[in-house]
């Protein structure tokens, strides 16, 4: 197993631009999340999903969007990027119905300069 | 979510014990305590979950007294490559999506 994947590992953007940060995880579990933490600080969470089809919103939605259309993939969209979306972005994945219940398996996260 | 309280910062040394205290003095009766380690440049790791008592497994130990406001997690003989930060989670018992909140974490620092 790959495990949750994560691309791309770096990327710069202009102010105003959009991009797609892409996770996927081959672990068949349900829940998947998106985190942003900055320099020095506890990750924060932007959106989460239960399930294909059911995204829900975290504690910093704003300025992203996400979409579940698969098990495996759970892509967050930025539109309009600004300079407050400076961080690195992790996505994680679990299976509650699983052995452990809290268990979060990370990618190796992406790091994003909007300049 | 319970509001967690945990050490900015320790150094130990090689071989050492290393001792992380998290106060959570609103936890709730669904509630359990996880504890993460995050490496540079890497997402956070499970480490070792408990609802009461001592949990044990090969890498950690987590003491909760009875009353669960604060839990305790225990490295065994660190070293060098067990400096990282280590986070104190609080997450309700099967709550919507599991959501866990990360707090600013204790930056250990394990000297030769």
């Known amino acids: 197993n790959a495990g949750v994947t994560q691309t791309p590992k770096f990327r710069i953007l202009k102010i105003g631009q959009s991009m797609t940060l892409q996770c996927a995880q081959d672990m068949n579990h349900n829940y998947m999340y998106w985190y942003r933490q900055d320099p020095g600080m506890g990750l924060k969470l932007i959106y989460y999903s239960v399930g294909a089809g059911i995204t829900d919103k975290g504690e910093v939605p704003n300025g992203y969007n996400v979409s579940r259309s698969t098990t495996e993939d759970f892509p967050l969209r930025l539109e309009l990027a600004a300079p407050s979306q400076t961080s690195v972005y992790f996505c994680?994945?679990?299976?509650?119905?699983?052995?452990?219940?809290?268990?979060?398996?990370f990618g190796p996260g992406t790091r994003l300069t909007v300049t | 979510l319970a509001k967690t309280t945990q050490p900015i910062s320790m150094d130990s040394y090689e071989g050492q014990e290393v001792n992380i205290t998290c106060s959570h003095n609103?936890?709730?009766?669904?509630?359990?305590i996880t504890w993460y380690q995050q490496f540079p440049s890497q997402g956070p790791r499970f480490i070792i979950q408990?609802?009461?008592t001592k949990v044990t497994n090969e890498v950690a130990s987590l003491f909760i007294p009875a009353d669960r406001k604060s839990s305790t997690l225990s490295l065994p003989r660190v070293s060098l490559s067990d400096t990282a930060v280590y986070y104190c989670l609080v997450a309700a018992l099967k709550a919507a999506g599991n959501k866990l909140t990360f707090g600013g974490g204790t930056r250990v620092l394990v000297k030769p």
């Open positions: 994680a994945s679990s299976n509650p119905r699983g052995g452990n219940t809290y268990e979060q398996y």
């Open positions: 408990g609802y009461k």
């Open positions: 609103n936890i709730a009766t669904n509630d359990y």
